[in-house]
């Protein structure tokens, strides 16, 4: 589900994209037109892209909501930070675009019927003014914004409880995550008693986590870790399980993988 959650949210920036780029290009093309029947045009298409914008913004953030319980990222801030450039983007342009659209639109419509309030002099000033590229400048530097933050999910000089690993409790495995790959591929476990895991994942800026599964189809999982950002330890409390050979990956880069052998204890055998 998590997977699916990421997908929704996913087809939401690139719709949020498509309709922000229209409203972008019709801000900055507005600089250079100043036939009135065309710039009401360009108002018009800006306005209908609008429409469609809430929608693909109700989409992103449902999925990325979503997504974010499941992956359990609402104790990174990463997450938080890309929210309030989101929010407070949204009302900036808001409150700057909506009303000199309204303004352009209604001169434009004006002149386009004859009207000889405004003089072209006056509608190119109008036109040609910094608050169309401000406009523009704000919704460009918030997206890169926002892709900085999901992409690197930087700490932000913040911690999170995984980052502290509690002390180990019974017998311990080791493995580490580095430039994406597990430093093994097999492990092994006693059966019969519960167990820890010990996971070290030294890749700056990426999640990873240690799931085993009773085999590579993943039909039944035994033991499913959070994913944690790294660099960071975090230990792992796994249940006691019987002895055979089982499946272990990353969820988040299924071809980090590998054979996680139970070997019987000699109380249990």
């Known amino acids: 589900m998590y997977k699916f959650w990421v997908f929704v949210h996913i087809v939401g920036v690139v719709g949020f994209v498509s309709s922000h780029g229209v409203s972008m290009i019709v801000t900055l093309r507005l600089r250079k037109e100043r036939d009135p029947q065309k710039v009401s045009s360009?108002?018009?298409?800006?306005?209908?892209?609008?429409?469609?914008?809430?929608?693909?913004?109700?989409?992103?953030?449902?999925?990325?909501?979503?997504?974010?319980?499941?992956?359990?990222?609402?104790?990174?801030?990463?997450?938080?930070?890309?929210?309030?450039?989101?929010?407070?983007?949204?009302?900036?342009?808001?409150?700057?675009?909506?009303?000199?659209?309204?303004?352009?639109?209604?001169?434009?419509?004006?002149?386009?019927?004859?009207?000889?309030?405004?003089?072209?002099?006056?509608?190119?000033?109008?036109?040609?003014?910094?608050?169309?590229?401000?406009?523009?400048?704000?919704?460009?530097?918030?997206?890169l914004a926002i892709l900085y933050l999901m992409v690197f999910k930087p700490t932000l000089g913040f911690t999170t409880s995984a980052g502290t690993a509690p002390p180990p409790v019974g017998p311990n495995v080791q493995i580490q995550a580095k430039n994406v790959a597990f430093n093994t591929d097999e492990l092994t476990a006693p059966a019969g008693v519960g167990f820890t895991i010990v996971f070290q994942n030294d890749d700056a800026g990426v999640d990873h986590n240690v799931a085993i599964y009773s085999d590579s189809s993943l039909a039944t999982s035994l033991f499913v870790g959070k994913r944690v950002l790294g660099p960071t330890t975090i230990n792992y409390s796994a249940p006691a399980l019987q002895p055979g050979t089982y499946f272990f990956r990353c969820d988040v880069h299924p071809p980090m993988s590998g054979t996680f052998v139970v070997e019987p204890s000699a109380t249990s055998s």
Do not use: K, N
């Not at 000199?100 to 001169?107: A, P, Q």
């Not at 386009?112 to 704000?138: H, K, N, Y």
């Open 42 to 143: 360009l108002i018009e298409l800006s306005g209908s892209s609008i429409r469609s914008f809430y929608t693909w913004l109700g989409l992103l953030l449902l999925g990325g909501i979503v997504a974010g319980f499941l992956g359990h990222w609402w104790s990174y801030a990463w997450i938080w930070a890309a929210i309030i450039v989101l929010v407070v983007t949204s009302i900036a342009m808001y409150a700057m675009a909506r009303p000199y659209y309204r303004r352009v639109g209604l001169v434009a419509r004006a002149m386009a019927g004859g009207s000889r309030a405004v003089t072209p002099q006056q509608f190119d000033e109008i036109l040609s003014g910094s608050r169309a590229g401000s406009i523009a400048g704000i919704g460009f530097v918030a997206l």
